[in-house]
T-cell receptor
Framework: GAVVSQHPSWVICKSGTSVKIECRSL??????MFWYRQFPKQSLMLMAT?????????EQGVEKDKFLINHASLTLSTLTVTSAHPEDSSFYIC??????????????FGPGTRLTVT | GNSVTQMEGPVTLSEEAFLTINCTYT??????LFWYVQYPGEGLQLLLK?????DKGSNKGFEATYRKETTSFHLEKGSVQVSDSAVYFC??????????FGQGTRLTINP
C-alpha cells in the first residue's frame, strides 16, 4: 500500500497562532487526500477532501477559513489551523486515496499529528 | 446512507483467547469492506480487506469474511497476543464515495 507521512508528529502552540501540518504521499501520486480529526476514544471525523490543483471540499460544520487546506502537488497536502484555540487541540490524521480494488478505492493513513493549543 | 455498526467495547481478553469483533453494515450494492487497526498514538493501518461477497480477508492471523446475506464483516483471530491490543475500526467504501467508519472497538489483551 501507499506510504504516508505527516509532519510534525506533535506540536504545541499558543492560542491565537497558526499551525501548519504537512501530509506527504511518499510512493504514490495522490490526486485526492483526506483530512480527519479524532478526539480521544472516538472514531475519525472527516474534515475535508483535498484535491490536487483545486479547492478542498469541506464537510458540513467545518470552517474553511479556519482550517486551510492546500494540495499543490500530487505528493503534498497541507492543513493550516489558523488562530488556533484550545478547542482545536486534537489528533489530526491525513489519508491518501490510492489503489482501486474492485469497484472502490482504498485509503492509506498517515501516522497522525497531535496538536495541543495552550 | 451508508453506515457501519461495530460491537461496543472495550473488549478485554486473556492472551491466547479467541477473538471476535462484530461488524455489520448498511449500503446499497456491493461496497468494499475494511478492517483498520490503530495502535496508541498512531494513525490507522489497513489490517485486511474484502471487495466482494464471500471474499475472505486475512492478515497477521486475523480473518474476516464478507457476508452479503447478513451484511456482516466480523473480525476473528484464533489466539490473540498482548501486542494485538489496539483499537479496531470496521469501514466501508463504495466507489469514489467517502470512507465510512464504525465507532471503533478498543481491545485489551492481558498476559
Amino acid at each position: 500500500g501507499a506510504v504516508v507521512s505527516q509532519h510534525p508528529s506533535w506540536v504545541i502552540c499558543k492560542s491565537g497562532t497558526s499551525v501548519k501540518i504537512e501530509c506527504r504521499s511518499l510512493d504514490f501520486q495522490a490526486t485526492t487526500m483526506f483530512w480527519y480529526r479524532q478526539f480521544p476514544k472516538q472514531s475519525l471525523m472527516l474534515m475535508a477532501t483535498s484535491n490536487e490543483g483545486s479547492k478542498a471540499t469541506y464537510e458540513q460544520g467545518v470552517e474553511k477559513d479556519k482550517f486551510l487546506i492546500n494540495h499543490a502537488s500530487l505528493t503534498l497536502s497541507t492543513l493550516t489551523v489558523t488562530s488556533a484555540h484550545p478547542e482545536d487541540s486534537s489528533f489530526y490524521i491525513c489519508s491518501v486515496r490510492a489503489v482501486r480494488t474492485g469497484d472502490s478505492y482504498e485509503q492509506y493513513f498517515g501516522p497522525g499529528t497531535r496538536l495541543t493549543v495552550t | 446512507g451508508n453506515s457501519v455498526t461495530q460491537m461496543e467495547g472495550p473488549v478485554t481478553l486473556s492472551e491466547e483467547a479467541f477473538l471476535t469483533i462484530n461488524c455489520t453494515y448498511t449500503a446499497t450494492g456491493y461496497p468494499s469492506l475494511f478492517w483498520y487497526v490503530q495502535y496508541p498514538g498512531e494513525g490507522l493501518q489497513l489490517l485486511l480487506k474484502a471487495t466482494k461477497a464471500d471474499d475472505k480477508g486475512s492478515n497477521k492471523g486475523f480473518e474476516a469474511t464478507y457476508r452479503k446475506e447478513t451484511t456482516s464483516f466480523h473480525l476473528e483471530k484464533g489466539s490473540v497476543q498482548v501486542s494485538d491490543s489496539a483499537v479496531y475500526f470496521c469501514a466501508l467504501v463504495k466507489g469514489a464515495q467517502k470512507l465510512v467508519f464504525g465507532q471503533g472497538t478498543r481491545l485489551t489483551i492481558n498476559p
